[in-house]
């Protein structure tokens, strides 16, 4: 079948690249779009693909200061990413980077499978507090997740808040219903039309807004509005 867009989450940005350089591509929820090599610059994306990005690289200071603040007593902070993730590497990283600025010690953990998610055990031996990279695996077995944690007395943060609401401590980040909702509508509503049918996301966050000066559908790339959703 012909297609005029793609929209994903963001993960399948690599593969869909080499797929094709005509059709255009749309991601909802690009972790850290320019680190990962989805676009050139927030400015200027160029190519054929554009989108929301979470800026989660720079948004994981906060998420470990929030922890801090939260958790007095934390001296030790367990990084846990799926490094087949490029973003994952990316958001491990900064979370580190900013753990090591408070003087909080740092294990890192790499789960790739559901099957690597089991006893907490290890975690709970290295870590007072356990930080999750944004990762479809850990969203999807989001209440497992949390299920070893709480039984581990592990306090977590996360990136979504449905994490928290599947018994996950706090987290700190864009809403993402509603990333893929304003992809849509931006979508329907552009006026740069690329083909036949299609429109592209032109806009997000006007006060994070970047533009490149042109009236190219590609020619922006906008960070999405963070909320903070955290329970005590």
């Given at each position: 079948m012909k297609v005029d867009v793609i929209v994903n989450s963001g993960s399948a940005v690599p593969a869909l690249k080499e797929a094709t350089s005509v059709i255009p591509i749309v991601f909802a929820a690009g972790s850290d779009p320019v680190g990962s090599?989805?676009?050139?610059?927030?400015?200027?994306?160029?190519?054929?693909?554009?989108?929301?990005?979470?800026?989660?690289?720079?948004?994981?200071?906060?998420?470990?200061?929030?922890?801090?603040?939260?958790?007095?007593?934390?001296?030790?902070?367990?990084?846990?990413?799926?490094?087949?993730?490029?973003?994952?590497?990316?958001?491990?990283?900064?979370?580190?980077?900013?753990?090591?600025?408070?003087?909080?010690?740092?294990?890192?953990?790499?789960?790739?499978?559901?099957?690597?998610?089991?006893?907490?055990?290890?975690?709970?031996?290295?870590?007072?507090?356990?930080?999750?990279?944004?990762?479809?695996?850990f969203f999807t077995n989001r209440i497992r997740i949390n299920a070893l944690a709480l039984g581990a007395k592990l306090p977590t943060t996360f990136g979504f808040r449905e994490h928290v609401e599947a018994g996950g401590l706090m987290s700190y980040g864009a809403n993402f219903p509603n990333l893929f909702r304003r992809a849509a509508g931006e979508s329907a509503r552009n006026d740069n039309v690329l083909a036949v049918r299609v429109c592209l996301l032109e806009s997000n966050d006007p006060i994070n807004r970047r533009s490149g000066g042109t009236s190219s559908a590609m020619s922006h790339l906008y960070r999405a509005p963070q909320e903070e959703h955290k329970i005590a």
């Open positions: 090599g989805y676009v050139s610059s927030l400015a200027r994306p160029g190519g054929n693909v554009t989108g929301l990005s979470l800026q989660a690289t720079e948004t994981a200071g906060k998420w470990v200061e929030l922890l801090r603040e939260i958790v007095p007593d934390l001296h030790r902070l367990a990084i846990v990413a799926n490094i087949g993730n490029p973003s994952n590497v990316l958001d491990m990283g900064g979370a580190q980077a900013a753990a090591r600025t408070l003087g909080l010690e740092v294990a890192k953990f790499d789960f790739r499978r559901a099957e690597d998610i089991s006893g907490f055990e290890v975690l709970n031996s290295r870590g007072d507090a356990l930080y999750f990279c944004n990762d479809p695996l």
